[in-house]
């Protein structure tokens, strides 16, 4: 028996369905699913909402810190007065064509032109504190603005009263791997690297805290775990990646290492143990 012929009415109601399914699934997503088409391309407005994505994750990587109003927002945090350094990448152009520059400290800055921030490490390094901080800019210094000090301030409130903690570190044109360089010259047990992570077309501003026990330069990546996409509302938030972080110190310190060994559990519910451990591999080019 042929099937009964579609009418408008049918249509419309089918089409209707079909726009309240994609309505929820987009509640639990930033992705961009369900745009339809028109003819054999996307809709208008849908192409240039990815043009506009994409110029927005562009901008992201190429708009610089503001060094000067950063440190004094991250001075109010309450670990004494940053440091800055930048990484042998002269410039934005140089650092994107070149990550390996980025992984090594450049020269010191001119003490005029940063005056809000330190650059000697001598005497952080004498005091020999359990945690280092670096704030990267990395490839979206826009999510170290939005989200670098109050994630450091979740981070002190959730460490601070268990372990000694070393001033601040800004670090411009940098790769996580310069991390390694600054954590040995503070003499931390570990550091702790946040940094603007790679835009996409659905978040530009998400942050990642880059985890390494016993910092010294030359560290490969699997020796370093990660807590990533760091970005409230939509994202991780402040204190649940504090809370992540403190398992994954407590464990490196136990194993004596971090990386490819220390295993995320804080999230299971099936184990007792507050002292989570977690396990990301890092991006090199990051």
Same mark, same amino acid.
């Given at each position: 028996?042929?099937?009964?012929?579609?009418? =408008?009415?049918?249509?419309?109601?089918?089409?209707?369905?079909?726009?309240?399914?994609?309505?929820?699934?987009?509640?639990?997503?930033?992705?961009?699913?369900?745009?339809?088409?028109?003819?054999?391309?996307?809709?208008?407005?849908?192409?240039?909402?990815?043009? @506009?994505?994409?110029?927005?994750?562009?901008?992201?990587?190429?708009?610089?810190?503001?060094?000067?109003?950063?440190?004094?927002?991250?001075?109010?945090?309450?670990?004494?007065?940053?440091?800055?350094?930048?990484?042998?990448?002269?410039?934005?152009?140089?650092?994107?064509?070149?990550?390996?520059?980025?992984?090594?400290?450049?020269?010191?800055?001119?003490?005029?032109?940063?005056?809000?921030?330190?650059?000697?490490?001598?005497?952080?390094?004498?005091?020999?504190?359990?945690?280092?901080?670096?704030? @990267?800019?990395?490839?979206?210094?826009?999510?170290?603005?939005? &989200?670098?000090?109050?994630?450091? =301030?979740?981070?002190?409130?959730?460490?601070?009263?268990?372990?000694?903690?070393?001033?601040?570190?800004?670090?411009?044109?940098?790769?996580?791997?310069?991390?390694? &360089?600054?954590? =040995?010259?503070?003499?931390?047990?570990?550091?702790?690297?946040?940094?603007?992570?790679?835009?996409?077309?659905?978040?530009?501003?998400?942050?990642?805290?880059?985890?390494? &026990?016993?910092?010294?330069?030359?560290?490969?990546?699997?020796?370093?775990?990660?807590?990533?996409?760091? &970005?409230?509302?939509?994202?991780?938030?402040?204190?649940?990646?504090?809370?992540?972080?403190?398992?994954?110190?407590?464990? =490196?310190?136990?194993?004596?290492?971090?990386?490819?060994?220390?295993?995320?559990?804080?999230?299971?519910?099936?184990?007792?143990?507050?002292?989570?451990?977690?396990?990301?591999?890092?991006?090199?080019?990051?």
């Amino acid at each position: 028996m042929p099937a009964a012929p579609r009418t =408008a009415c049918s249509d419309g109601a089918e089409d209707i369905a079909v726009q309240n399914f994609w309505t929820e699934l987009r509640r639990t997503t930033q992705a961009r699913i369900g745009l339809g088409r028109m003819g054999d391309t996307l809709a208008t407005a849908e192409v240039l909402a990815l043009r @506009a994505a994409h110029a927005a994750a562009r901008d992201a990587v190429h708009h610089p810190l503001e060094v000067v109003g950063f440190a004094a927002a991250l001075a109010a945090v309450g670990l004494g007065k940053p440091f800055h350094v930048r990484s042998r990448a002269a410039d934005r152009s140089e650092y994107l064509r070149r990550p390996d520059l980025g992984r090594l400290l450049g020269e010191p800055l001119d003490p005029i032109s940063y005056p809000a921030v330190e650059q000697d490490f001598s005497a952080a390094a004498k005091v020999g504190a359990d945690i280092g901080f670096v704030l @990267a800019d990395g490839l979206s210094p826009r999510a170290l603005a939005d &989200h670098g000090v109050p994630m450091l =301030a979740a981070l002190v409130a959730a460490l601070g009263q268990r372990y000694t903690l070393a001033p601040p570190v800004i670090a411009t044109q940098a790769r996580v791997a310069l991390g390694d &360089h600054i954590g =040995a010259a503070l003499g931390v047990s570990t550091v702790l690297v946040l940094i603007g992570e790679r835009p996409g077309l659905s978040v530009v501003d998400s942050l990642g805290i880059y985890l390494t &026990h016993l910092p010294r330069p030359g560290r490969a990546d699997s020796e370093r775990n990660c807590i990533s996409n760091i &970005h409230p509302p939509d994202g991780l938030g402040y204190e649940r990646a504090a809370q992540v972080a403190v398992g994954l110190i407590n464990g =490196a310190r136990r194993l004596g290492r971090s990386g490819v060994d220390l295993k995320d559990t804080s999230g299971s519910s099936s184990l007792n143990s507050a002292d989570g451990l977690v396990l990301e591999a890092s991006d090199s080019d990051r």
